[in-house]
């Protein structure tokens, strides 16, 4: 049997994960559910991309070695999507050796097939996105991500994309849905169309990345290295027959990326596939951005909010159903708290969470918790089967909440079906016939709800299922569902409230204070590890020194930072500090700081730090508390 395989973007990790990689994750595991209740095999990989410039940079600025860097965050996004309980079936990381040995492999062949040639490049790139710019003036805005660009110059390997743009426009012009939706379909069209220039492959200027095979002052350029991700993930590259075999069974893929690396998918990595002689993806699913306030919600505009605190307060599956009902799949979509709690009231805690305790708390009352039976409702029985066509077309088209608002139809159908029925007024022998059918009815659409909505609600559904008494989960076939598949004699299980009902604002508020102590998380930096002693001359290299904050003020677009001056006796210095959250700066100054005096001077977010404040981290969340001296302590004062 064919295996559906799909993949996420393998994730860089100069940060740690936000909403935004969680909303790429979840729709990847949606989709992965869905196919397997299609009676389809499916999978689907994700990982970290760890190499590069971005990372290279960020664990300098963390003081740690890049390696160590990329292990902390990358563990840091395997542990969201674990308590996201998102089952992934592969999880790649492009610093494992099993991936170096794929992406030598594919090199090797790109070599010997004659696509890969020296030259030079001097030009822009965009450290941000990765990405040669190839025209325009170093410092020009990238005109992906707007920021500055870097001027580049470097002896280079080439691939000679330019060779393929014939193969790629029949290749689109072949399989019209190979990009989906339309409109990223016609933006690579217009790129191709307009002609291909070969690309550089390797850089030299950076170390971090797998050296060149045969020539190891190169490295091999991060988007060259991670495209090759999805490939030894499930087992390309390894010498082990098991390895061939799953690889083999699982590719060609399904790409599902955001929108704005479609060009590295449809355009460089097909072509990266061709010239390595190995098949090209199914099909590349783009998906649109999350806003929030309007922009993108990313880590370098530093709007970004993080799935935890959701995940704390409202449970993993209000923020699933949120984000797949809310935004319509393939455009844009503005995040909003207040939105997910409405939401999660309306149509979680009123809509399909109260027709699952009022229809349970009537079999209990009037039935003894045994499931009536008899004929259920013919017109009730015909919108449980519209919901689950729709469903199955919405869903296999990427249309998530289309075909979760023919679920909520079904829902809405119930809810007025039992308004007009008025069951508690047929507790009566004339109306004992018509009860039963009644209540057997609402817990068919139960029962039905549970399995068309597990994809995207799982642990609900399977609350919901054995709340129903049935056996096994409601991982159950969709397509050969049964509306009156109910065995003689079922009684309903231990009930409880699915979806309990949150006050808006205390709602509201407990997110925004749990969200404030997510931001205050420590960033990745060594470990002490308590079994490494260090020398004292070690110790002594940190000049630690007695200052005074003279002034403190916030810094725009920086929720976290605060800018202070700070006199350390010899001369007074400009300290950027990430205690924002937990200090009011008004109440800083005259205050008696520690600060580390010689670390090397560094810009956050374009404001000066010539120094830094050290404070204790505090609780799960890491919150800043800062260390102090006596007042009479004189600034300049050394700690040794
Ligand atoms: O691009 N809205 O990694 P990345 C929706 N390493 N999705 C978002 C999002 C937002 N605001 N922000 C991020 C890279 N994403 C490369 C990929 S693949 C071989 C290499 C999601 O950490 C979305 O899927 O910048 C986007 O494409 C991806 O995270 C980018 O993650």
Redesign the pocket.
């Known amino acids: 049997m064919e295996t559906f395989f799909l993949?996420?973007?393998?994730?860089?990790?100069?940060a740690r994960p936000?909403?935004?990689?969680a909303?790429?994750t979840i729709v990847a595991d949606t989709m992965t559910r869905f196919q397997r209740q299609l009676g389809r095999e499916a999978a689907f990989l994700t990982g970290?991309?760890e190499h590069g410039q971005k990372i290279q940079r960020a664990a300098e600025a963390a003081g740690i070695s890049p390696q160590q860097f990329a292990d902390q965050v990358s563990a840091q996004f395997r542990q969201e999507w674990d308590r996201l309980g998102l089952d992934y079936s592969f999880y790649i990381r492009t610093t494992e050796p099993r991936h170096t040995a794929a992406v030598t492999e594919i090199f090797a062949r790109l070599q010997k097939n004659g696509y890969i040639y020296k030259g030079s490049y001097s030009g822009p790139y965009c450290v941000s996105?990765?990405l040669f710019i190839g025209e325009g003036q170093p410092g020009n805005p990238c005109p992906t991500c707007g920021k500055p660009t870097e001027l580049v110059t470097e002896e280079n390997y080439y691939f000679k994309l330019s060779a393929f743009s014939d193969r790629l426009l029949e290749l689109y012009r072949a399989q019209p849905d190979f990009i989906r939706p339309e409109s990223r379909r016609n933006e690579v069209l217009g790129f191709v169309e307009a002609g291909l220039k070969d690309v550089s492959i390797t850089r030299t200027s950076i170390h971090w990345g797998i050296p060149v095979p045969g020539d190891e002052k190169h490295v091999l350029y991060?988007?060259f290295d991670?495209?090759i991700?999805?490939l030894s993930g499930i087992g390309y590259g390894s010498p082990a027959a098991a390895d061939q075999q799953r690889w083999q069974k699982l590719w060609p893929a399904w790409h599902?990326?955001?929108?704005?690396?479609v060009r590295?998918?449809c355009v460089y990595w097909p072509a990266f596939l061709m010239a390595a002689e190995l098949p090209l993806p199914r099909g590349i699913i783009a998906?649109?951005?999350?806003?929030?306030d309007e922009q993108?919600?990313?880590k370098s505009v530093g709007n970004?909010l993080r799935p935890e605190p959701i995940r704390q307060v409202l449970g993993a599956d209000a923020l699933r159903y949120f984000l797949l009902r809310e935004i319509s799949f393939g455009q844009?979509g503005n995040f909003s708290t207040t939105a997910l709690v409405t939401r999660y009231n309306a149509d979680l805690a009123n809509g399909w969470g109260n027709l699952a305790s009022r229809t349970l708390a009537m079999i209990a009352k009037y039935r003894d918790g045994a499931v009536p039976e008899g004929e259920s409702d013919a017109a009730m029985r015909e919108l449980a089967g519209q919901a689950r066509r729709t469903l199955i077309a919405e869903f296999e088209g990427w249309q998530f909440s289309r075909g979760l608002e023919a679920v909520w139809q079904l829902i809405a159908g119930m809810d007025r079906y039992l308004a007009e029925q008025r069951p508690w007024t047929l507790d009566n022998d004339a109306g004992r016939a018509q009860l039963d059918r009644v209540l057997r009815t609402a817990y068919l659409a139960l029962r039905c709800s549970a399995v068309l909505l597990a994809p995207v609600l799982p642990e609900s559904a399977r609350a919901l299922w054995a709340q129903l008494g049935l056996p096994a989960g409601p991982e159950q076939n969709i397509e050969h569902l049964h509306w009156d598949d109910v065995a003689p004699g079922q009684r309903i299980g231990v009930t409880a409230a699915l979806f309990p009902r949150l006050e808006k604002e205390k709602t509201l508020e407990e997110l925004k204070r749990l969200e404030v102590m997510e931001e205050q998380l420590p960033a990745p930096a060594a470990k002490p590890a308590a079994d490494v002693h260090i020398a004292i001359d070690d110790f002594a290299k940190v000049d630690l020194r007695v200052g005074e904050v003279l002034t403190a003020e916030r810094i725009k677009g920086a929720d976290k930072l605060l800018k202070l001056t700070v006199d350390i006796g010899s001369e007074v210095r400009q300290i950027v500090a990430g205690i924002a959250l937990a200090y009011e700066p008004e109440t800083l100054p005259g205050r008696k700081v520690i600060i580390v005096a010689n670390l090397a001077p560094r810009k956050l977010r374009g404001v000066e730090s010539n120094g830094m404040i050290v404070a204790a981290s505090v609780g799960d969340a890491g919150a800043p508390v800062l260390v102090s001296v006596p007042s009479d302590t004189p600034n300049g004062a050394r700690l040794r």
């Not at 993949?7 to 100069?14: A, G, Q, S």
């Not at 936000?18 to 990689?21: N, P, Q, T």
């Not at 998906?287 to 929030?292: Q, R, S, T």
């Open positions: 993949t996420t973007p393998l994730y860089y990790v100069n936000h909403l935004g990689h909303y790429s970290t991309d996105c990765e991060v988007w991670a495209l991700g999805y599902l990326v955001g929108k704005e690396i590295f998918h998906h649109g951005w999350l806003l929030f993108k919600m990313s970004v844009d």
